[in-house]
């Protein structure tokens, strides 16, 4: 009846929902568990870290109110990048706050704070000590992020430039990020900023023959007493010294011979700033323990927070119930491939002929009401198959199947 339908479709279409967001679930959780495994693995030990795996992103995502499709494409990026399950875990927590923190969707964040740490060799096999890394990125380009114009995405732009040879230099973190955030200050930028910093500091390491005679001209060196390379903020307070008696002419010949023409406005920039400006943004960036987390319990008091969390919880709900319901589906499944199988064995006149009798029984009938229900309902079984093989991924049999069926019934 017309009330039955209305009843049980709603039922129908949810559980066919959950079975898929189940499915899809299923096999995110499966590709990181596969890309965990390790030679020698027992089927035990490869089920216990599936539910592992299960269990962390369906918990994480609700309490940080993130997609379990965001959460389960950033622990792939992490385990491809070489964590283990517990580094992935431990590191986790600090990424979710700071793509709260910083507005910047997670998957951004997630790369920023992944490629920062590979950048400046903060990996560790230790889980204690990989968070503790994951925690120290976080903070200190959040808190950049928040005291400068540069956003979290802009820092992760610069890094990918200026990040490699500030570590090789033996810079900080906090000093490179620090000038980031001045660059950014001033409108340069993401990939100008990085860039720029790049070609200041190659030019530092690799002076051109001209380069290094115009320093030693100066009395400018790049090597504390000990043979240490200075810090960049004490390298802008030197040069701004040996220079502070040239022209304004003078100066940027001076500085285009050590640094080239492409990375001068950088240079300038920084310079202006001062060495105590950077000073002050490393300082604060350094003693910023604690600082993203801080700040995405403060963004997690907004109304937003609330009804992301509660979206997250919906997503869980159905992916539980979905995982509930494919006991009771497995058997249909196999029972259904294996008549389908069956009918494609069959010849072309035995399928034609399969497929006229289906039409001869929906049309005929004792009364026609009772045969127009009988297309009705098989009409209905037809699309439930149909929509069931999609979900299932078996649609290239249920819906040409179904589609043959669905012409005989319509022509009857």
Do not use: C
Request: glycine share 10%.
């Amino acid at each position: 009846t017309a009330m039955t339908v209305g009843f049980t479709a709603p039922i129908v279409a949810g559980m066919v929902k959950s079975t898929k967001a189940y499915l899809d679930f299923d096999n995110e959780v499966t590709e990181v568990n596969s890309l965990l495994r390790e030679s020698g693995e027992s089927a035990k030990e490869f089920g216990d870290r599936y539910t592992q795996v299960f269990d962390y992103a369906q918990k994480a995502s609700v309490k940080y109110g993130v997609a379990s499709e965001q959460t389960m494409l950033g622990m792939k990026e992490m385990v491809k990048k070489g964590y283990d399950i517990n580094q992935t875990m431990a590191s986790m927590p600090a990424i979710f706050n700071a793509a709260r923190a910083s507005g910047d969707d997670f998957e951004t964040v997630m790369s920023v704070t992944t490629s920062t740490l590979e950048q400046f060799g903060m990996i560790s096999k230790d889980t204690n000590k990989q968070m503790e890394y994951t925690n120290k990125v976080a903070d200190v380009l959040t808190y950049v992020a928040d005291k400068t114009a540069a956003g979290f995405s802009d820092m992760g732009t610069a890094m990918n430039y200026v990040g490699p040879i500030s570590h090789s230099l033996g810079y900080s973190l906090t000093d490179t990020a620090a000038a980031v955030g001045l660059l950014s200050n001033r409108g340069i930028e993401g990939q100008k900023a990085g860039t720029g910093l790049r070609g200041m500091l190659t030019s530092l390491l690799k002076p051109s023959k001209s380069a290094a005679e115009a320093m030693s001209a100066v009395g400018l060196t790049i090597e504390d007493n000990n043979g240490n390379m200075k810090t960049l903020p004490t390298l802008l307070d030197d040069i701004n010294d040996k220079t502070k008696k040239m022209t304004k002419t003078q100066k940027n010949s001076f500085l285009t011979m050590i640094f080239g023409r492409e990375p001068l406005s950088a240079v300038n920039t920084l310079l202006e700033a001062g060495g105590d400006s950077l000073r002050k943004y490393s300082k604060g960036a350094d003693e910023a323990n604690g600082y993203t987390k801080q700040v995405a319990d403060n963004m997690r008091k907004a109304g937003k927070f609330g009804v992301d969390q509660f979206k997250a919880s919906l997503e869980v709900l159905e992916q539980n119930v979905g995982q509930k319901l494919m006991p009771a589906l497995t058997p249909i499944i196999e029972w259904a491939n294996k008549m389908i199988d069956k009918f494609n064995d069959l010849s072309g006149e035995q399928q034609q002929n399969i497929i006229k009798w289906a039409g001869i029984i929906a049309a005929t009938g004792p009364v026609l009401t009772v045969g127009g229900k009988l297309v009705s309902m098989t009409s209905g079984l037809i699309k439930g198959f149909a929509g069931l093989g999609k979900i299932l991924g078996l649609g290239s049999k249920l819906t040409s199947l179904a589609a043959g069926f669905g012409a005989t019934t319509t022509a009857v």
